[in-house]
């Protein structure tokens, strides 16, 4: 049993520990509330633009009118995986780099084989995980991560968007945590481009749009600014499954700290028991032996 010095020691670690994560949770509790909220109120507009999008994609007479929606063979992909800036979050950033190295492994595997996979990284932890796996990427940007705005990430988006476009890439998917509340978040890959083709086998559900002023505006003003704003929507999930993630890990620390303190004590006391009852015996042997 260790000495009594040894557990105070151990026990004022603990606590100072637990202070830590303490104030980490109230943090990441107050940054959630910020994250939640931008992502919450940009959400519907989001995936109502994409789904009107979509169907005027599908409405076209010929693709060929939409740089974007080319379906062409897919001999060069990339894979956009957004993680965070820093740990302490759980299984966040493991997740989505598990997720990564899962798809460069099966539905990827061949074009990965012939170098025909590109990881584009967003976010620190992400990048420090695939390096010591000993994986090649290149960063896009730590920034829209740490602070994300619409004007950082639609000068992303739109470089992406441009690589499509010249026929860098065939496809270009991205990897992020999707979130749904503080304690959970929903892995997601999601295709970026080409834009999918909207699927709906009610007829009923077909709808006739009149385009003012044009179709050919919406082509080249109204699908490159829906493009940004999926890009930014998925930011923004993942930013706010960040603060989620971190506030359950600390709330989750901070109530093991409190656990190991309880038994810590127990463990004090019951050494301060066992010394004192060996002082007692001392005691009691010295004088039966000064007795006899």
Sequence with gaps: MANLKE???????????RQITSAMKMVSAA???????????????????????THINSSLESLEDNPYSANRTIQKVALIVITANRGLCGGFNSNIIKK???LLETKYAELYKQGSVDLILAGKKGADILKSKGYKFTILTNEIIEKPSFESVEKQAQILMDQFVDGKYDRI??????????????????QFLPIEMAVDDNPSHQDNYIFEPSLDYMIKVLLPEALKIQFYKAILDSKAAEHGA????????????TEMIRDLNLEYNKARQASITNEILEIVSGAEALKS
């Design 100 to 102: 990564t190295v899962s």
């Design 7 to 17: 557990i105070r020691i151990r026990i004022s670690s603990v606590k100072s520990t």
């Design 173 to 190: 998917d991205l990897i992020y945590n999707e979130f749904k509340n503080a304690a959970s978040q929903i892995l997601t890959q999601e």
């Design 246 to 257: 971190r506030m359950t890990a600390m709330h989750q620390a901070t109530d093991n700290a």
């Design 31 to 53: 940054k959630l509330k910020k994250a939640q909220d931008s992502i919450l109120q940009m959400r519907p507009y989001a995936r109502k633009l994409h789904e009107i999008l």
